[in-house]
């Protein structure tokens, strides 16, 4: 498209839109005489001058002289005669007032850019599973491939394959700075790590410091995610263990008694410590914790690897370099058994299968809290003589006493299983989950009968 003018002859010139005509040097116009009156110039008449970029003259209307054009709509007005000079900004000079206008852009700019980023980081650290709660145990963040072949599997290929995994936790107890100390394994990729409830539990509830240190001695600052004292179990966050390696996870399910296994921690304070034994026994029931508010019950796999005082909370490792089990107890010689205290190994230490470590640590890291199956029934725990779990007490409203249950009441199998008395019960009953149902033997009046108890649920 061309913009349209008249020419000084009357017929009309073209010129492409936007860009103004070449400046030409006029002819000199002859000096008139004084007092001599106007005449019409018989050269030709000036053309228009080069104005400021980005202006652009206003077409003058048709008839009047060339020469005569009113000037442009912005900028300075063209000079009348030759002698004047311009004062428009030269071509290419940017003026000064455009500087504090691109420093004052740039400026926000910066400000939304570093705005638009942090939200994209909280973003995508939400999405990565960072946060304590909410995500849960993500598959994608475990690992569990075995990392050693079967014909691999010595204690030293075990040791250096699991001992970057392996932590030591430091913790406060009544007020003393690292008063408890235990052991714990990074369990995935997005800084959790598993220990025992009883190294961790003091300072959870006090508001005490928790710290994890590392193979080379690093110490880093720890918050609890959540606990479950019925399973002696804690999962602990620290956004620096994010990048360490996590452990490889096994099945408890796979192992036979007599197979080899290793046991890795920081017994007595001492870090990175690495004991070897065999797997004694597979579902030993155990109790552990100086009170009923306090004990777990824990289906054990049962160990004479040495475990003493601050091996709690490490891991038990096959010799393919998985881990089968938490250590979190030891036997003692008055027949007792202490999730962590002054007694010394007498090779008999008991671990919390891995199974039920998976299904408390992702329940923790869904909801901040684990939930454990109950049937509304109190049971005898100090009768051991085989015969079965005598039930004392049945609350009312509950799935005991819907399915019948009564004071009095023996049970002697679960699902099949055999059962020889309380602690045995709740241990069987504790490997499931609320909401399912499952099946008692009971002997009532010397008969035996089959009942069917749909579990219910408490939270701890």
Request: net charge negative.
């Amino acid at each position: 498209m061309n913009d349209e003018q008249p020419g000084p002859d009357g017929t009309e010139e073209t010129q492409p839109l936007g860009r103004p005509p070449v400046p030409s040097r006029p002819a000199p116009e002859p000096a008139s005489a004084p007092g001599d009156s106007w005449v019409p110039p018989t050269a030709q008449p000036r053309p228009l001058q080069w104005d400021a970029p980005g202006t652009r003259p206003q077409p003058a209307p048709y008839g009047q002289p060339f020469g005569q054009q009113a000037g442009p709509a912005y900028g300075q007005p063209y000079p009348a005669s030759g002698g004047g000079s311009h004062s428009t900004t030269p071509r290419g000079r940017v003026p000064v007032w455009l500087w504090p206008v691109v420093t004052a852009l740039a400026l926000v700019v910066g400000v939304m850019g570093g705005v638009f980023g942090g939200i994209v980081y909280d973003a995508l650290e939400e999405e990565s599973g960072s946060s304590l709660v909410g995500s849960g145990l993500g598959e994608d963040a475990v690992r569990t491939e075995a990392p050693l072949e079967a014909e691999e599997g010595s204690v030293a290929a075990v040791a250096q394959e699991l001992l970057p995994s392996t932590v030591q936790i430091s913790a406060s107890f009544e007020g003393e700075a690292n008063g408890a100390t235990g052991s714990g394994f990074v369990l995935d990729t997005r800084g959790h790590v598993v220990t025992n409830n009883h190294v961790v539990a003091d300072a959870a509830q006090e508001d005490g410091a928790i710290e994890i240190v590392d193979q080379d001695g690093n110490r880093y600052d720890a918050e609890v995610v959540g606990r479950s004292p019925v399973y002696d179990l804690a999962v602990l966050y620290a956004r620096e263990v994010e990048g360490m390696k996590p452990a490889a996870l096994g099945a408890s399910t796979a192992l036979q008694v007599g197979e080899g296994v290793v046991a890795i921690g920081s017994p007595l304070g001492l870090s990175s410590t690495v004991t070897a034994g065999i797997v004694s026994a597979l579902k030993r029931p155990v109790t552990t914790g100086d009170s009923a508010n306090d004990s777990s019950y824990i289906n054990a796999v049962q160990t004479d690897a040495a475990i003493n005082p601050g091996n709690s909370g490490g891991p038990l490792v096959n010799l393919r370099g998985q881990v089968v089990g938490v250590n979190s107890a030891i036997a003692t010689t008055g027949g007792g058994m202490l999730g962590g205290g002054e007694s010394g190994n007498i090779g008999v230490g008991f671990a919390i299968p891995i199974e039920q470590v998976r299904v408390t640590a992702d329940q923790i890291l869904r909801t901040g809290e684990a939930s454990y199956p109950v049937i509304g029934a109190q049971v005898q725990t100090g009768q051991r003589d085989g015969t079965g779990a005598e039930i004392e007490e049945v609350i009312e409203d509950t799935p005991a006493a819907e399915a019948g249950l009564k004071a009095g009441d023996v049970i002697v199998a679960v699902d099949g299983e055999r059962v020889t008395d309380g602690i045995a019960l709740i241990v069987a009953i504790r490997t499931h989950q609320p909401g399912e149902t499952i099946e008692f033997s009971v002997v009532r009046g010397g008969d035996e009968r089959t009942v069917e108890v749909e579990l219910g649920a408490e939270t701890g």
